[in-house]
């Protein structure tokens, strides 16, 4: 095999993909107007083979960084001889170019997953038709503006690259952005679901329950990826915090919260056929919001720590989130008499008018935080001063509508479908009311300047004691009827036969969990500046803190100064540990950059991140930013809960359609 294959193999296969992807959308567009068998499934065997050349494009590229082949400009910008190996991979997507293509990928692969499942005859040509137009459009941006195998435009091979920007230098980078992808990406399937319902009249309760599907696999990879990024950014960005409402991170936050708000509405279609043109527009708007990220991320129009370059790539993007758009439009106007719902509200007071109050909720803090993120670009753009609007502005708005969502977490599982009794309503709810109120009184006894967090915890406990009500009273009933299980087992039980309610009820848990660490974490959190001289300790928040020593060490890929400073319980005098907060400077691109170390208790983190020696100290002594964080610790444990919950909604999910499956061919053979 000649060298010349060897160096074009990436790019040849990236093309390949490209092209059979644009005949995959054209020609399943023709084959599911003309109802055409022969060329729907030629489309269908195209959407194939564009994965498979897709995925071979990503391998292409991992090799070349393995192999440090600097002949490629990518692999020059994004790595060095130096860099661990698997820092290697993560540099993959580490850049534009590489994470366009990864992006590129996943659709293509979520796109031959769900056309391999589909058993819907009507469907499927539409759903080839709309899946090959989203994964064309995107590789062909990759091939013509963010190609990441474009040769280094000069006659001399590079024998050492730049190296990968040392913030993204850590673990949570092998493993955030994959997640984050895989939410983004997957939301294209329950949005061909959509497109191909509309497009081919079939608006039964099928498509409806496969988006619904796919929607919880890529809101669970979404949410994995959201918290593994306010992760990363707790522990790599040295200013003790985890979310700062950055443009990017509500990028990330705008499909979710639409997202999550169809898993609720969709709830109420399929038990009473009710928000049809609602859900259809939930599911629109989500993929929608997927690409407007994406265009944020890499367009330049907002400033952010996590933001690309800028390029000609948000011009491609505009133009494609105008034509989804136009086509959800356009289908739902078309489609507008037959999506209209056959039931109606019948009462205010009903789980179904919950789910409504909850959409509306969510989507109130989806425009307040898409309006914060736009606010600096429409503000410039009727020529006023760009203006940017900070942290306060989405604390002050969305905080008040957080808590009313947390309210209606606790009020929904309360209340039955259709009507509700106020007595039965009344007798459910009063144990965990007087508990929400006894804790919001004895916190503002405690502190009553902090009404806020008063109120906050005690509506924590109202919403944990209604979830766990609806736990315990369910495994009551099935301890009685089962004679002999014990109460674990009764709860196992319960999941295990209405998972879909229960898996809700878990994930709703965690999401109690998180917000109690969030508020501590935020409303009570001490930090404080200080210089520590050797031997000195000084104390803050019931710890002392004494530097033992600074040391200078040397890798192969940075060199580091460490601190090692001794934790005392300010009291006693009893050691805790020590901490080892460093930072590192990397010679490749010239940057430093800051790593903190915790100590995390389930009580508060002791957060410290050294700020560098104080050159009037001559080396005995060093600067440091220091925070002691209640219950941090709960937000990363709410957030496995939230995992643990979607994962049991996804195999019920999809234990579900195999039922469905066994039953149809079952049903089959009777007939025959």
């Known amino acids: 095999m000649s060298d010349g294959f060897v160096l074009h193999f990436g790019g040849f296969a990236l093309v390949a993909a490209t092209v059979v992807a644009v005949y995959g959308a054209i020609g399943g567009f023709f084959g599911a107007w003309k109802e055409r068998e022969g060329l729907a499934r030629s489309a269908y065997n195209a959407a194939i083979a564009a994965t498979c050349l897709s995925v071979t494009t990503l391998i292409a590229l991992a090799v070349l960084f393995l192999r440090h082949d600097y002949r490629f400009a990518y692999v020059w910008q994004n790595s060095n001889n130096d860099m661990p190996p698997w820092y290697l991979v993560s540099a993959i997507w580490g850049g534009m170019d590489g994470s366009m293509l990864l992006w590129g990928v996943m659709l293509s692969a979520y796109s031959g997953l769900a056309l391999a499942s589909c058993t819907s005859k009507k469907l499927r040509p539409w759903l080839t038709s709309i899946l090959c137009v989203s994964t064309a459009s995107f590789l062909l941006i990759v091939t013509l503006s963010t190609n990441p195998f474009r040769l280094v435009p000069t006659l001399i091979m590079p024998t050492n690259g730049n190296g990968l920007n040392p913030l993204l230098q850590n673990p949570s980078m092998l493993i955030h952005p994959i997640c984050l992808y895989l939410g983004f990406t997957g939301f294209v399937i329950p949005f061909a679901y959509c497109m191909a319902a509309l497009l081919s009249g079939d608006l039964s309760g099928q498509w409806i329950q496969l988006a619904r599907r796919w929607t919880l696999v890529a809101w669970g990879f979404l949410t994995v990826g959201i918290i593994l990024g306010g992760h990363w950014a707790y522990i790599e960005l040295g200013w003790g915090g985890f979310w700062a409402w950055d443009p990017v991170e509500n ?18 279609q399929e038990r009473r056929n009710m928000l049809r043109i609602w859900n259809v527009s939930l599911c629109a708007l989500t993929y929608i919001l997927t690409v407007f990220g994406t265009f944020l991320t890499r367009s330049g129009i907002v400033q952010s720590v996590h933001a690309f370059a800028e390029g000609n790539v948000g011009q491609w993007l505009l133009t494609y989130i105008v034509f989804i758009t136009l086509l959800t439009i356009v289908t739902i106007a078309y489609r507008y008499r037959e999506l209209r719902s056959p039931e109606s509200l019948e009462s205010y007071f009903s789980r179904e008018a919950a789910f ?10 989806c425009f307040a935080t898409f309006w914060g993120v736009m606010f600096p670009v429409f503000s410039e753009a009727l020529g006023y001063e760009k203006s940017v609007v900070g942290p306060p502005f989405f604390n002050q708005v969305n905080g008040p509508l957080f808590l009313v969502l947390i309210a209606l977490m606790g009020y929904g599982p309360l209340i ?17 009311l007087l508990a929400g109120s006894a804790v919001t009184v004895l916190f503002l006894g405690i502190d009553g300047t902090r009404i806020i967090a008063a109120v906050s915890f005690g509506l924590f406990v109202f919403v944990l004691g209604t979830i766990m009500g609806e736990f315990h009273r369910a495994a009551r009933i099935r301890r009685e009827l089962s004679q002999g299980e014990g109460a674990l087992q009764s709860l196992v039980s319960v999941v295990r036969r209405k998972p879909e309610r229960y898996g809700g009820y878990i994930v709703h848990l965690g999401v109690v969990f998180m917000a109690v660490g969030i508020t501590a974490s935020t409303i009570y959190k001490i930090e404080k500046d200080f210089v520590l001289k050797l031997g000195q300790p000084a104390e803050l928040g019931g710890y002392s803190l004494e530097l033992m020593s600074l040391q200078e060490e040397q890798f192969k890929n940075y060199a580091a100064l460490r601190a090692v400073v001794q934790v005392r319980d300010a009291a006693s005098r009893q050691i805790l540990g020590e901490l080892h907060p460093e930072q590192r400077f990397y010679p490749a691109s010239q940057q430093t950059t800051t790593e903190v170390d915790t100590r995390a208790t389930p009580w508060q983190d002791l957060y410290i991140a050294l700020g560098g020696i104080d050159p009037e100290l001559k080396e005995t002594g060093a600067a440091f930013k220091v925070f002691i964080n209640p219950l941090q610790f709960w937000v990363w444990v709410g957030g496995m809960i939230m995992l643990g919950g979607t994962l049991v909604l996804v195999v019920s ?7 469905v499956r066994e039953s149809v061919v079952t049903s089959s053979v009777v007939r025959a």
């Not at 990028?251 to 109420?268: D, E, G, K, R």
């Not at 039955?416 to 965990?432: E, G, H, M, T």
């Open 416 to 432: 039955s479908w259709k009507r509700n009794s106020w007595q039965n309503f009344a007798k459910l709810v009063w144990r965990p």
């Open 251 to 268: 990028a990330s936050f705008l499909p979710w919260l639409t997202a999550t708000a169809f898993l609720h509405s969709v709830i109420v």
């Open 356 to 365: 409504l109050f909850n959409n509306l909720v969510l989507l109130g803090i």
């Open 653 to 659: 999910a999809f234990r579900m359609r195999q039922v």
